[in-house]
């Protein structure tokens, strides 16, 4: 299983996940902050869990391409 975290309030908008791994992040048109798609929200972090294990490459490249380091992701 795959667990992606996303800490949004820290995002700064440099859209680098989104180009990394636009299946997971998606940017805002309001506030121009990435979306973790389809994840769940509990106090400011924002998850998945999925069983595809093919997302977790794309997604530790977006974690690590992330300058603020608000991408977390683990492979369970």
Do not use: W
Not at 19 to 39: C, I, R, W, Y
Not at 60 to 75: L, R, S
């Amino acid at each position: 299983m795959v667990v992606i975290t996303l800490q949004r309030n820290k995002c700064i908008g440099c859209n680098y996940c989104v180009e990394v791994a636009p299946n997971q992040f998606q940017m805002s048109k309001k506030d121009g902050k990435t979306v973790l798609l389809h994840s769940v929200e509990k106090k400011g972090f924002f998850t998945i869990k999925s069983f595809d294990e093919s997302i977790f490459d794309c997604s530790n490249e977006a974690k690590k391409a992330c300058p603020v380091k608000i991408i977390e992701v683990k492979q369970v």
